[in-house]
């Protein structure tokens, strides 16, 4: 059974950090693309940022970039992706999901992600 589970998130103020893990198993994940969305109160969910297999090759929305740093160790039946958050801003408030795409492509598109965690809250007050 694939489980995602992410952990981290809380409260913090405005220009604080936080560090999300994401932890993936009950199957191989090799090839795919993992990735972080977020969804905030009366919005719909958007991509965050997301990373290829290898990590080579990371992408981020444009109001993380910079703040934002998205990684991930692999094993065999496991995945650990992780999403450093600096300078964070009350509109960083959501709940984060962490998704697996094994499409290998449109990493933007949440309807590439097979696999969803449960959220976690991270609120960021002003």
């Known amino acids: 059974q694939v489980q995602l589970v992410e952990s981290g998130g809380g409260l913090v103020q405005a220009g604080g950090s936080l560090k999300l893990s994401c932890a993936a198993s009950?199957?191989?994940?090799?090839?795919?693309?993992m990735g972080w969305f977020r969804q905030a109160p009366g919005k719909e969910r958007e991509f965050v940022t997301a990373?290829?297999?290898?990590?080579?090759?990371?992408?981020?929305t444009d109001s993380v970039k910079g703040r934002f740093t998205i990684s991930r160790d692999n094993a065999k039946n496991t995945v650990n992706m992780y999403l450093q958050m600096n300078s964070l801003k009350p509109e960083d408030t959501a709940v984060y999901y962490c998704?697996?795409?094994?499409?290998?492509?449109?990493?933007?598109?949440?309807?590439?992600?097979?696999?969803w965690g449960q959220g976690t809250q991270v609120t960021v007050s002003s």
């Open positions: 009950g199957r191989t994940f090799t090839s795919y693309i």
């Open positions: 998704a697996a795409n094994p499409t290998g492509r449109y990493y933007y598109r949440s309807d590439m992600y097979y696999y």
């Open positions: 990373i290829s297999w290898s990590g080579s090759n990371t992408y981020y």
